[in-house]
């Protein structure tokens, strides 16, 4: 089985190529998801985790961040073949400030535009492409919307905010918690992620949106997920200034659907996936063999 893995050289995608033994289309490989002739390989795979994106959330990059999370989604997507799989990394932020009327946040809670930035509004129709695409061209699809998905460091990333966390432990740097640290979060390992990328392909589904997250028994504030990482590194933390308090305040993903249908859950409890993010950063190719 060929797959392909776009953003396969990034934070999270180095740890799937791995995973997977996959081949990577990014723009440190070369090549371009905004260039038709580099999209067009998507046509040779059985399988592609589509992961590269714009991550900006300024409102001045609106225009940057639509052109690459959405024309260069649906440039993979027009060469997708029949029965291939195409599985599309979205983000629990679509859902904004309605998650906080959940305690464990469903796929049917609202998607309306509540303040999304760029990013979290791209995903969302990005999202709308997949599908409709995947039904015109009769190819799988599975949208993942993923919740604090964390992974150890390689070389030339930039960690999400649970591998900042860590690495300012490991640097002596002050760590600034947003609501004085209270806020919530289900938290889930790379390795989780790419079983569940594995659960989806092997499974007999043809399009599925889910809600990827650790799940309630992953969940943590922000200020215990802090002791957590003194307790698995041995190190001291220093807390800064706080941060203002987030959008939404508290987010558990519900991660019913997923379970049911693709038969997945997260096997990695918080303990056990953040000692790895204190092990000696992996460089990317050799990662990758």
Not at 63 to 81: K, P, S
Not at 187 to 215: E, M, P, Q, W
Request: glycine share 8%.
């Amino acid at each position: 089985m060929k797959i392909l893995v776009t953003g396969g050289s990034g934070y999270l995608g180095t740890h799937l190529r791995s995973f997977f033994g996959a081949d990577d289309l990014s723009r440190r490989s070369g090549l371009d998801i905004l260039n038709l002739q580099d999209a067009q390989m998507a046509a040779d795979y059985d399988v592609v985790i589509h992961l590269a994106a714009s991550m900006d959330k300024s409102h001045d990059s609106a225009e940057e961040v639509f052109l690459t999370n959405v024309d260069g989604t649906v440039n993979l997507l027009r060469v997708m073949r029949k029965d291939a799989v195409f599985i599309f990394a979205s983000t629990k932020d679509v859902y904004g400030r309605f998650a906080d009327n959940f305690r464990e946040v469903p796929e049917t809670c609202p998607t309306l535009y509540s303040g999304q930035s760029p990013l979290e509004w791209s995903k969302l129709v990005a999202e709308h492409y997949v599908d409709y695409y995947s039904h015109l061209r009769n190819f799988r699809s599975c949208i993942f919307r993923l919740s604090t998905v964390y992974a150890p460091a390689t070389e030339g990333n930039t960690p999400g905010f649970v591998g900042h966390y860590a690495d300012c432990l490991d640097q002596g740097r002050p760590i600034r918690l947003p609501g004085t640290g209270r806020p919530v979060r289900d938290l889930l390992h790379v390795d989780d992620f790419a079983k569940a990328c594995r659960a989806f392909i092997d499974s007999i589904i043809r399009h599925g949106t889910y809600n990827l997250g650790g799940g309630p028994k992953n969940a943590i504030a922000l200020s215990s997920l802090v002791e957590l990482l003194e307790q698995v590194s041995g190190f001291q933390a220093v807390i800064g200034d706080p941060l203002p308090d987030p959008t939404p305040f508290t987010y558990v993903s519900d991660i019913g659907r997923v379970t049911q249908e693709l038969d997945w859950s997260p096997e990695i409890d918080n303990e056990t996936g953040l000692k790895t993010l204190f092990a000696a950063p992996a460089d990317s190719e050799a990662a990758a063999q």
